[in-house]
Nanobody
């Protein structure tokens, strides 16, 4: 699965951004999609995830109530709506897809990342 993330940018604290991630390739095999982020000098961390079918959603505690993950299966796209942004949300955001590979193993693919900068 190939992933193309977009939507990052510079925003003031308290503002909002919506990230998009378009999947292509073996989209029929996608099990779930997720967003991760990596701040400068820190390890990559989980942000949110959603199965490719079904209504479940999972969020990191740090973003609960502020971020919303959604998907549009017809467009093979997952979104991350980010509200009430703070400077601590500044990071490169990556989308990831878990999919069933041709050998029956679960593969994890990553997008290229999109930079979100929140100014105080």
């Amino acid at each position: 699965v190939q992933l193309q993330a977009s939507g990052g940018g510079l925003v003031q604290a308290g503002g909002s951004l919506r990230l998009s991630c378009v999947a292509s390739g073996r989209t029929f095999a996608i099990y779930s999609m997720a967003w991760f982020r990596q701040a400068p000098g820190k390890e990559r961390e989980f942000v949110a995830a959603k199965p490719w079918s079904g209504t479940s959603e999972w969020y990191a505690d740090s973003v609960k109530g502020r971020f919303t993950i959604s998907r549009d299966n017809a467009k093979n796209t997952v979104y991350l709506q980010m509200n009430s942004l703070t400077p601590e949300d500044t990071a490169v955001y990556y989308c990831a897809a878990d999919s069933w590979g041709p050998t029956g193993k679960m593969d994890k693919d990553w997008g290229q990342g999109t930079l979100v900068t929140v100014s105080s």
